[in-house]
């Protein structure tokens, strides 16, 4: 799944025949470019900060008390825990780096926000999400963003799908009541 294959989703959901058919054969101008790409990293952001993580454990040698977070290679999210045999330490995060009474070599578990620079960035994301519902989210940002009436309804679209696949496989769902 690249910023590519949902940008053109997108555009086939909002009716954009000509926008996704200049996707796909990739002739459209840089402006209309990194708005799609900026559009998917905005939904993707949103989607592993709020609903899926990506989660990461890497060991990283901790000494005087710190670690710079750029030692982690990654945009960092959030910090969950750091481990050394075992055993979790507290820590603190704060703007470029990470406080805690640990030493040495520990293991770091964290989020990370992906990096999405181009069209054909894949997406690393959870099988659970596809590229309907991220195509749904980049849907609600276009309208939103050209003053389109349809922002709402695809914004309902999006959080709706991600609402269904939050839910759990052995978890009911009840339809929403409707007054006849």
């Known amino acids: 799944m690249t910023i590519r294959s949902c940008a053109i989703r997108a555009a086939k959901y909002l009716g954009l025949k000509e926008l996704a ?3 796909e054969d990739n002739i459209m101008g840089d402006e209309d470019r990194d708005a799609f790409i900026a559009m998917t990293r905005d939904v993707v952001h949103e989607i592993v900060t709020d609903f899926f993580p990506l ?3 890497r060991m990283v040698d901790i000494s005087n008390g710190s670690f710079n977070l750029r030692v982690l290679n990654d945009r960092v ?3 969950f825990s750091i481990k050394k045999d075992g055993v979790n330490f507290r820590f603190r995060t704060r703007f470029d780096r990470v406080e805690t009474n640990a030493e040495g070599l520990c293991e770091v578990e964290y989020s990370y926000l992906p990096i999405l620079t181009s069209m054909n960035t894949v997406i690393p994301i959870f099988a659970k999400i596809n590229e309907r519902i991220i195509g749904y989210g980049i849907a609600a ?7 389109l009436s349809d922002a709402l309804i695809w914004d309902k ?3 709706d799908a991600l609402r269904r696949t939050l839910a759990t496989k052995g978890e009911k769902q009840l339809r929403k009541r409707a007054w006849w």
């Open 77 to 79: 999210a959030h910090v």
């Open 55 to 57: 989660r990461v454990i």
């Open 21 to 23: 058919n200049n996707i």
């Open 141 to 147: 940002e276009y309208c939103l963003i050209n003053g």
């Open 157 to 159: 679209r999006y959080k």
